[in-house]
């Protein structure tokens, strides 16, 4: 497919009306944009459990690794973000740079990456809402709030706040960049709070050892630990990124606007990272830490409940609006590789009343409802890492590829030092890729080749583009 097809047909609309979108979106309004979206269950969540098992109180380096690993694949989601129309995705971007067939194999990789995150984060966000019931002195039963490999029955907290979303959704959800400033700076009010009672209480004994786990080595059991093992975890903390990117269109100057988004939300979350994780580490031993609610937990240990009450409340509602945007999310891809024709049109359709797609809202949500109960949070961010890696490296190397194959396409942002950026980008997520565990990397061939069989049994039959090749009305 022409990659001048293709943009036209994303930015027009049936009628060939002019569909490009606002541009209303300041400096600061992207950089919000990307602390919105990075800030969530990775430090509030994984943090304590890559410290517990995998790198100690090191595990600000792993915050650091991880962090540079990202900044290179932002940097080339926003040049495609720029140059390809606005297409919102790493689904889009790969369409316009490798054709159907690798289109297709990222969006079935970010269905993964999307649905799963959904369930994690609703396994941190049932962490911080027991433990603030724990606080107030009303406990939650812990064999309804484990999952069945924790020694539980359920974590019934998690299924039922993505049932709640569902709700939502199908109603329908408005979000503007004030809103997501409003939630950024709750976000930050509790991440201070944490800081100030926690700078009073560090007790340096607490990082010794400081890299009980060395770098990287592998288990007998096929488990990874280490620093290196700790950065493929958490890079989990910087999924949402690229909402910076997909921003291209609405920034009003995205040739500087996108950068300084892009570099100051990843430099500013990071910095916050390693604070809170050195603090972290440094009030309680990092052997504690192993639970879905560090920083709360960390309070609890020390005494100060109302602190722990307080940041569990906000956290809660930090958390929840990144679920929000990641099950709405996941629908659209869906939603889109539906009306492309690569799965079924059952998916594409649109409830007349809610003008939501309601089918693939309620499918998804009984789906990761389900997930989020029954599967510990630790083997879930593992698995969104791998996919959200895979996917990063192909939008690094997609910009490669148009420079070769499209050298004169308007690109109002350019990543630096091309192909340098990009490679490192290839080079750094592939090297995260190969610190997780065996078992991962199984559980992500199933899915890539399940990918597959439906793209060959039914998607190349059926898409748009085929019909048009076969001179179809479509």
């Known amino acids: 497919m022409p990659l001048s097809i293709f943009r036209t047909k994303r930015v027009t609309s049936d009628d060939g009306a002019d569909a490009s979108l606002h541009r209303c979106l300041s400096a600061w309004d992207l950089a919000f944009l990307g602390i919105g979206a990075i800030i969530g269950t990775g430090i509030f969540v994984l943090t304590g459990i890559a410290a517990a098992t995998q790198a100690g109180p090191a595990v600000i380096f792993s915050f650091v690794i991880a962090g540079f690993a990202c900044a290179f694949a932002a940097l080339s989601y926003a040049e495609l973000s720029a140059s390809v129309g606005g297409c919102g995705s790493a689904y889009g971007y790969s369409y316009a740079a490798f054709g159907e067939l690798f289109a297709f194999i990222i969006g079935w990789d970010l269905l993964l990456e999307y649905g799963i995150s959904v369930a994690a984060v609703a396994n941190g966000w049932a962490g911080y809402f027991c433990n603030a019931l724990d606080a107030l002195g009303m406990p939650f039963p812990d064999f309804l709030?484990?999952?069945?490999?924790?020694?539980?029955?359920?974590?019934?907290?998690?299924?039922?706040?993505?049932?709640?979303?569902?709700?939502?959704?199908?109603?329908?959800?408005?979000?503007?960049?004030?809103?997501?400033?409003?939630?950024?700076?709750?976000?930050?009010?509790?991440?201070?709070?944490?800081?100030?009672?926690?700078?009073?209480?560090?007790?340096?004994?607490?990082?010794?050892?400081?890299?009980?786990?060395?770098?990287?080595?592998?288990?007998?059991?096929?488990?990874?630990?280490?620093?290196?093992?700790?950065?493929?975890?958490?890079?989990?903390?910087?999924?949402g990124f690229d909402a910076v990117s997909t921003a291209a269109e609405e920034a009003k100057n995205p040739q500087k606007?996108?950068?300084?988004?892009?570099?100051?939300?990843?430099?500013?979350?990071?910095?916050?990272?390693?604070?809170?994780?050195?603090?972290?580490t440094g009030v309680v031993p990092y052997t504690q830490l192993n639970?879905?609610?560090?920083?709360?937990?960390?309070?609890?240990?020390?005494?100060?409940?109302?602190?722990?009450?307080?940041?569990?409340?906000?956290?809660?509602?930090?958390?929840?609006?990144?679920?929000?945007?990641?099950?709405?999310?996941?629908?659209?891809?869906?939603?889109?590789?539906?009306?492309?024709?690569?799965?079924?049109?059952?998916?594409?359709?649109?409830?007349?009343?809610?003008?939501?797609?309601?089918?693939?809202?309620?499918?998804?949500?009984?789906?990761?409802?389900?997930?989020?109960?029954?599967?510990?949070?630790?083997?879930?961010?593992?698995?969104?890492?791998?996919?959200?890696l895979a996917a990063f490296v192909l939008v690094c190397f997609g910009v490669i590829v148009l420079r070769i194959t499209q050298p004169d396409l308007p690109r109002p942002f350019r990543s630096p030092f091309s192909p340098l950026f990009p490679i490192m980008g290839m080079l750094s997520c592939g090297a995260l890729m190969a610190f997780l565990p065996a078992i991962t990397w199984l559980r992500f061939v199933v899915w890539l080749v399940l990918g597959l069989i439906v793209y060959f049994c039914y998607s190349i039959h059926h898409s748009k583009l085929a019909k048009s090749d076969q001179g179809e009305v479509v």
Request: one cysteine or more; charged letters at 5%.
């Open 145 to 239: 709030s484990k999952a069945p490999k924790l020694g539980g029955l359920i974590n019934l907290p998690a299924s039922l706040i993505i049932l709640m979303l569902m709700a939502l959704l199908i109603i329908g959800v408005k979000h503007s960049a004030r809103v997501n400033n409003v939630m950024v700076t709750v976000k930050l009010i509790t991440i201070s709070i944490f800081i100030a009672v926690a700078s009073f209480n560090v007790n340096p004994d607490n990082w010794q050892p400081f890299m009980p786990f060395g770098w990287f080595q592998t288990l007998p059991d096929g488990k990874t630990t280490g620093v290196l093992a700790g950065a493929s975890l958490v890079f989990f903390a910087y999924v």
């Open 257 to 280: 606007d996108l950068p300084f988004g892009i570099v100051t939300s990843l430099a500013f979350c990071t910095l916050v990272y390693i604070i809170v994780s050195a603090l972290l």
């Open 291 to 388: 639970v879905s609610s560090p920083v709360s937990h960390a309070l609890t240990l020390m005494g100060y409940h109302w602190a722990s009450a307080l940041i569990a409340t906000g956290v809660i509602a930090g958390l929840t609006t990144v679920m929000l945007v990641l099950y709405y999310g996941l629908t659209r891809i869906i939603f889109a590789m539906s009306r492309d024709g690569l799965f079924s049109p059952f998916f594409s359709q649109v409830n007349p009343n809610t003008q939501s797609p309601v089918r693939v809202i309620v499918i998804c949500g009984l789906i990761m409802a389900a997930v989020a109960g029954l599967i510990p949070l630790g083997d879930l961010a593992e698995l969104v890492n791998i996919g959200t």
